[in-house]
């Protein structure tokens, strides 16, 4: 409800301390900034390290031997296969194609699997309520679905995050993108996965919450380390060409018309072992056979003007193509830049498109992505 009362991470008071501007996001008051500015968080994640907390994103472990078929009863992905310490994105789909969630997903290593399940799950903060149940209510005959409110999380991002963090624990260095274990870091045991949400090298960090200030102020002492907001964790992801679920992602979109087909895994497709079998596989294969009726594109501003999202993209005789679902002046890249859904005759890279913005036309060219490189270490 809009005058329910905000809840609150294991972080806040120290965000409080840390001066950051809270601002009501999925349900919880969460720091949108520090002092130093959106910019300066933005440039020390891809310079050097910067700490967020996205403990409002819901944790949850599946357990059971049955727990990887049933959870790929209900996605496009490969689960059975994923190998041990092994992380893969993945998505919840509905009968029609669409997106209800998208996800991540780990098969623990056996040292871990006692606290954290034979699968490891991160689910979208403000779509967990509904993915508990959807899980309980579709696989809980299968597999136990545990919720683990009792758990922090934080996100260590950037090309020196690995300095940082091995000064806790080296051994956590060994990890490679989408991988992940149990390390003990300032004398708690927590699941890391080498992994964010920044398109850059950095991790992800389980941590009981009780333990989770004295961690993140441990991680905060570090040189390379500065703590970063929503502000930025948004720029971020939107310059590495990430979707944000609510915004680039939704239950009428397809994973296909949302450019995850890469996510997809030949198993799962048309031909494949395990083909089907999940909500809305006709449509999605349909999809994958070239019925998208749009695309996902990423649009370069040809003018400085920020495109916001819900403006509207048209063609040079004013036809209304799509509209925008993200869009930045980006401060890495240093030019505007949006995601947008265009019919598949407009998402030809260099095509150029239109945004009306205060009543007026700004060309925009569809553009690969991610529009800043990737800098995972693989």
Known sequence: MADAPLLQTPLHELHLRLHARMVPF???????????????????????????????????????????AALESLV??????????????????????????????????????AGFGDLFVVVNAGCKDADTKHLQANIGHRCQVVPMPERA?????????????????????????MSGGLFELNGVGCFVTRSGYTGEDGYEISVPAEAAVAL???????????????????????EAG??????????????????????????????????????????????????????????????????????????????KLGTVTSGTLAPTVNQPIAMAYLPLDHAQPQHEVYAEVRGKRVPMRVSPMPFNPHNYRR
């Open 153 to 177: 999380l934080l996100a260590l991002q950037g090309p020196k995050a690995v300095d940082a963090l091995s000064r806790l624990n080296p051994w956590v260095a060994q990890l490679t993108f």
């Open 26 to 68: 999925a349900g919880y008051a969460m720091p949108v900034q520090y002092p130093g500015g959106l910019m300066a968080e933005h440039k020390q994640c891809r310079e050097s390290a910067a700490l967020f907390d996205v403990s409002h994103m819901g944790q949850l472990r599946l357990v059971g031997a049955d727990a990887a």
């Open 216 to 238: 993140a102020e441990a991680l905060l002492a570090q040189p390379e380390v500065k703590p970063a907001g929503l502000g930025a964790r948004d720029t971020l992801r939107l």
């Open 242 to 319: 990430l979707c944000l679920y609510g915004h680039d992602i939704n239950e009428t979109t397809s994973p296909v018309e949302a450019g995850l087909t890469w996510a997809i895994q030949k198993v799962r497709r048309p031909g494949g072992a395990r083909a089907g079998g999940y909500p809305g596989a006709n449509v999605i294969e349909s999809h994958l056979a070239g019925a998208a009726p749009s695309k996902r594109v990423g649009l370069v501003g040809l003018e400085r003007v920020p495109v916001r999202e819900g403006t509207a993209i048209v063609d040079a005789h004013g036809r």
């Open 76 to 113: 496009p992905v490969d689960v059975v296969d994923l190998a041990e310490g092994r992380q893969r994105y993945a998505f919840f789909t509905n009968a029609s194609g669409g997106l209800l969630d998208d996800l991540m997903i780990v098969r623990t290593p056996a040292a871990a699997r």
